[in-house]
């Protein structure tokens, strides 16, 4: 999948401070397997399966060098208490911490990194850890969910529903101080933000997305325009403004292997593999654009 006329020329053209650098020739893969962002066990397994399913054999077919760099290995907190609802603050705000440091270095030392979670907690340590290295950079976020969540509004006080909250500037005097998170500051405008393949949104997100005023397409823009299409706009909405960071959430190939059983999955793994390729090959190689993908 290519882009093609007026929108690659005008990529070639603007292209933000971080993104004057030359290519990258080598791809990191990092684990975080993690799952205190919500109650179910078995998302901390998302990078081994991730793993075995070939991923790292397909970007490799790239012609990138990959560098398995193995996984993050996350200590447990005690006597991490609830606190006004959120659950598990300290042990999120500690491995997100950690997070930040590991890709801010690996960023730093010139790798497109991919960063295999399954908590989508930990979105908040991928991007901060990018925006450490790249402090002007753009957020396409491809999921059903919208995880925009403040600890104010959030149904269930899980972190995973709660991570671009962290990010948002716009957002900051709704956030409380939760223990665990004092080293995390807002990076993010409201208009560096495109959301992609929205599904499910919670009412309170519905509201801080209609105030902000934040770009987003739904499944059913995907189904109805098509994903060249609408990452075309979501490009073009975010001109001048790179890099461009994505988070993604996908299924993986046997269903039996499906961490989250009772969702229903925005995407399959098929689908993954194509916007890994099109967004390390096409956007880095034909336009030259640095691209960093999460999953």
Request: aromatic share 8%.
């Amino acid at each position: 999948m290519a882009l093609r006329g007026p929108l690659s020329r005008i990529l070639r053209s603007k292209l933000g401070k971080c993104s004057q650098q030359t290519r990258a020739e080598s791809v990191a893969v990092l684990g975080a397997p993690f799952c205190r962002g919500q109650k179910r066990g078995g998302v901390e397994q998302g990078p081994k399966v991730i793993r075995d399913a070939g991923l790292v054999e397909r970007l490799s077919s790239l012609d990138y060098s990959v560098h398995d760099f193995g996984d993050l290995n996350f200590p447990p907190v005690e006597k991490d208490e609830p606190y006004m609802g959120v659950k598990f603050p300290r042990t999120v705000g500690a491995a997100n911490k950690m997070l930040s440091g590991a890709v801010s270095r690996a960023v730093g030392a010139g790798h497109r990194l991919v960063l295999l979670g399954g908590d989508h907690s930990l979105a908040i340590g991928s991007v901060s850890g990018h925006a450490r290295q790249c402090p002007d950079l753009c957020l396409i976020w491809v999921d059903a969910h919208a995880d925009i969540n403040t600890p104010m509004c959030s149904p269930s006080g899980n972190l995973h529903g709660q991570p671009v909250a962290f990010m948002l500037k716009e957002l900051q005097d709704k956030m409380p101080s939760i223990p665990g998170f004092s080293w995390m500051k807002p990076f993010l405008s409201s208009r560096d933000l495109v959301y992609v393949g929205l599904r499910d949104v919670d009412p309170g997100e519905h509201l801080i997305l209609k105030n902000l005023g934040i770009q987003y397409f739904t499944m059913r823009d995907i189904d109805r325009l098509g994903i060249q299409r609408v990452m075309e706009v979501a490009l073009d909405h975010l001109l001048g403004r790179y890099p461009i960071a994505v988070t993604s959430r996908f299924l993986i190939p046997n269903e039996k292997q499906h961490l989250f059983r009772n969702k229903k999955p925005s995407f399959n793994f098929s689908f993954l593999t194509r916007f890994s390729m099109w967004g390390l090959n096409e956007s880095a190689s034909s336009i030259k654009i640095p691209r960093y993908l999460y999953t």
